[in-house]
C-alpha cells in the first residue's frame, strides 16, 4: 500500500530514532539535527518534518523506550501470568537505569538551561511507565489476584524495589555494567516479593 504525501516511511522513523539514541548519547543534548540526520541517511528536513523540535524527537525516543518496557504489561494473557509481565517490566527497567550515556542523565545535566525539556523527560519517561504499571496492577486487583488498594504508589514500591540505589549511581557515573544473569536476578527477586506482599 503506497504512502500518502507527507508520510515517513516507519523505517525512516525507526533509523532516526536509533540514530538520535547514539549521536545524543555521544554529543548530549546540544547535539545538531543535522548530525543525526546524517547519521540516519535521511536530510534535516526529514527529521524536522517528522518532529519538529529536538524536544519531540527526544519525546519519541522516550516514548519508543516505554512502550518496549511496558510491552510485556499489555500482552493479552499478562494478568494470568503476572510475574512473568512484571519480571519483564523490570529487566527493562534496569536496563535502561544504568546505561552510562541515558537521556535522563543528559536531562539531569541541562535540567536549569532546559527545564521544558526536563518536564518532557520526565512525563514521557518515568511517570508514564508508572502509570501504566498502575493500570497493570489495578486490572489485577479487580480480577481478585492481587490485593492493591493504591496503584500508583504499588507502582513507585515496585520500581523503587528494583531500581535501589541503582538509577543514583548510574546517574553519578558510578556504576559497573550488570550481566543479563544479574539483570534478571534482580528483576526475578523484586517480582517475587512485591506479589507476595500484595497477595490477596
Do not use: W
Not at 73 to 91: K, S
Not at 95 to 117: F, G, K, N
Not at 122 to 143: D, Q, V
Not at 164 to 187: C, H, K, N, W, Y
Request: charged fraction near 25%; charge should be positive; glycine fraction near 6%.
Amino acid at each position: 500500500m503506497p504512502r500518502i504525501a507527507g508520510q515517513i516511511d516507519p523505517a525512516k522513523t525507526e533509523a532516526i530514532l536509533d540514530a538520535a539514541s547514539q549521536v545524543l548519547a555521544e554529543r548530549g543534548l546540544a547535539a545538531p539535527m543535522e548530525v543525526i540526520a546524517r547519521r540516519a541517511g535521511v536530510s534535516k528536513q526529514t527529521v524536522y518534518n517528522r518532529y519538529g523540535c529536538k524536544a519531540e524527537l527526544i519525546r519519541a525516543l522516550i516514548e519508543r523506550r516505554v512502550d518496549t518496557m511496558t510491552a510485556p504489561l499489555r500482552l493479552p494473557d499478562a494478568g494470568e501470568h503476572a510475574e512473568d509481565a512484571l519480571a519483564a517490566y523490570a529487566r527493562t527497567l534496569l536496563e535502561i537505569i544504568t546505561r552510562t550515556h541515558s537521556v535522563l542523565r543528559l536531562t539531569i545535566q541541562s535540567a536549569e538551561e532546559m527545564p521544558d525539556l526536563a518536564k518532557v523527560v520526565f512525563e514521557t519517561g518515568p511517570m508514564r511507565s508508572r502509570k501504566a504499571l498502575a493500570r497493570f496492577l489495578s486490572a489485577e486487583a479487580k480480577a481478585g489476584r492481587l490485593a492493591v488498594g493504591d496503584p500508583m504508589q504499588a507502582a513507585e514500591f515496585f520500581a523503587g524495589m528494583v531500581t535501589g540505589q541503582r538509577q543514583t549511581r548510574s546517574l553519578l557515573g558510578l556504576s559497573a555494567p550488570m550481566t543479563a544473569a544479574e539483570v534478571d536476578q534482580i528483576a526475578r527477586e523484586a517480582t517475587r516479593r512485591f506479589l507476595r506482599a500484595y497477595a490477596p
